[in-house]
């Protein structure tokens, strides 16, 4: 880059003083120079030179961060505490909020339960990822609104001391009690006699309800479909028998005044003890409404 001839016309004739220094070996070169610019650029660094390493300035924080870097470290340790001095936070038991809707759903299932019946219920887990705050006092349990009887019953469980919250746990209801149930096959409109009963064992919170527990309940009545041996009875499949039939001849009788006057017509529908029915009179032709008794009778004007 610069001749070696140029170097040594320039010195021609330059003498050095005593102590002082060759001025050509104690200046850097322009290639060392070009160098050190090269690297004191910062990221555009190569080590190409074995001789003169590439070096990086550290980078050094800023005043105003060596100032307030020792208050926010007291103040993180002030107010948080560290994380290996912080008290964990006390939770409510998930054991304690089933037994709560356990006791609950069974206090309201021996309400509705038979004499004898035998009760249990239990309530579904948690899901372990539930955390909630622990109550100040024991948290209380309520029906939630529309709630029906049934096998598979929800309990509301809720703290308002301290911690506000609430729960709704699923509780699942067994209730076993001895049963009608119907021992020999039946008919749509057959009647029902001793022989046709029998008791028998059954989870009655899985019925919906009807049931019925004395066989003098179901004896006198007729079936409104027909019903298979081992079946449980209930109210719905049941009616009064029907004392009148359509187009048979019945007793009319009007009374007025303390004077009952009888009369004979012919129904126009069928009908049992308690219900209303039309009656032509087969005398006059004309239709009356009366109520039937126990004996078959039609009580015009009631």
């Known amino acids: 880059m610069f001749p070696s001839r140029t170097l040594a016309t320039a010195d021609r004739g330059y003498r050095r003083r005593p102590g002082e220094l060759d001025r050509r070996r104690s200046s850097p070169s322009p290639s060392i120079l070009a160098w050190l610019l090269l690297c004191s650029q910062g990221p555009r660094c190569y080590r190409r030179d074995p001789v003169i390493p590439c070096h990086r300035p550290a980078r050094v924080p800023s005043p105003s961060v060596r100032r307030t870097g020792p208050l926010w470290l007291a103040l993180g340790l002030l107010l948080g505490g560290g994380p290996a001095t912080a008290a964990p936070a006390a939770l409510t038991d998930h054991q304690q909020l089933r037994d709560l809707a356990t006791a609950h759903a069974l206090e309201q299932a021996e309400r509705s339960a038979p004499d004898g019946a035998r009760l249990r219920a239990e309530a579904a887990r948690l899901d372990p990822r539930l955390r909630l705050p622990a109550c100040a006092m024991t948290p209380e349990t309520f029906d939630p609104p529309g709630r029906r009887g049934g096998a598979n019953v929800s309990v509301g469980v809720r703290c308002q001391s301290g911690a506000e919250w609430t729960l709704y746990i699923p509780v699942r209801v067994e209730m076993r009690a001895e049963v009608l149930v119907?021992?020999?096959?039946?008919?749509?409109?057959?009647?029902?006699?001793?022989?046709?009963?029998?008791?028998?064992?059954?989870?009655?919170?899985?019925?919906?309800?009807?049931?019925?527990?004395?066989?003098?309940?179901?004896?006198?009545?007729?079936?409104?479909?027909?019903?298979?041996?081992?079946?449980?009875?209930?109210?719905?499949?049941?009616?009064?028998?029907?004392?009148?039939?359509r187009g048979q001849r019945v007793a009319v009788i009007a009374g007025m005044g303390g004077i009952a006057v009888r009369s004979e017509g012919e129904a126009l529908a069928d009908a049992a003890a308690g219900e209303r029915v039309r009656v032509r009179n087969l005398r006059s032709r004309q239709i009356v409404e009366g109520l039937v008794d126990d004996r078959g009778q039609v009580l015009a004007g009631r």
């Not at 029998?198 to 006198?220: C, F, I, K, Y």
Request: no cysteine; proline share 6%; hydrophobic share 40%.
């Open 182 to 245: 119907l021992g020999n096959a039946a008919g749509r409109g057959e009647t029902l006699r001793a022989e046709h009963l029998r008791l028998e064992e059954h989870d009655v919170a899985q019925l919906n309800g009807g049931w019925m527990t004395s066989p003098e309940d179901a004896v006198g009545m007729t079936l409104r479909r027909p019903l298979r041996p081992g079946q449980v009875i209930t109210r719905e499949a049941l009616e009064a028998p029907r004392l009148v039939r």
